[in-house]
């Protein structure tokens, strides 16, 4: 028992300390994803080191008579993730990540009128390709939770498309 929990811990630290290629210091794109509703998102990403960074993305939509319902809606989104990078092969990375954010929200049925503020706790986990020219596509999964009640049962998720011109 105590060779497979050392040799468990030899390999998490092995692919722990395995080295990322080097990430651009800057990448500038949109975030393509359902994001509660946001759909695209203006992304932006900041290496701190060779292989961690910081992503900060802004979500915002404004529907009128959405859907046919009725409603009228607005609410933007600003979310803030730490990222940890590992180099796969090549130009594939895969990254992993927490965070959060803010919003705010407000929606109008007829006569009622109702806004809110909220934060949420997010986590990120993906797939990333950088090309030979400057450009960084992605894909990933972010789970959020929280969210006051913008979100049913204060959990959301989406999975998203990113394209991202890296400087």
Do not use: C
């Amino acid at each position: 028992m105590k060779k497979i929990i050392l040799s468990a811990i030899m390999l998490i630290g092995l692919a722990f300390s395995t080295q990322a290629q080097h990430i651009s210091d800057n990448a500038l794109g949109l975030r393509f994803g359902d994001s509660g509703g946001f759909g695209g998102e203006l992304s932006y990403q900041r290496a701190l080191s060779s292989n961690n960074r910081l992503e900060l993305d802004l979500g915002w939509r404004n529907r009128n008579n959405f859907n046919n319902s009725g409603y009228d809606d607005s609410a933007f989104k600003l979310t803030g993730l730490y990222q940890w990078v590992w180099n796969i092969d090549g130009g594939f990375n895969w990254y992993a990540g927490v965070g959060g954010g803010v919003g705010s929200y407000s929606y109008d049925n007829n006569d009622n009128h109702y806004s809110d503020t909220f934060a949420f706790a997010a986590g990120d986990i993906g797939i990333e390709y950088n090309f030979d020219i400057p450009l960084l596509v992605s894909l990933d999964f972010r789970p959020e939770f929280g969210g006051g009640g913008y979100y049913k049962n204060n959990y959301g998720s989406d999975i998203a498309l990113s394209l991202r011109y890296q400087f």
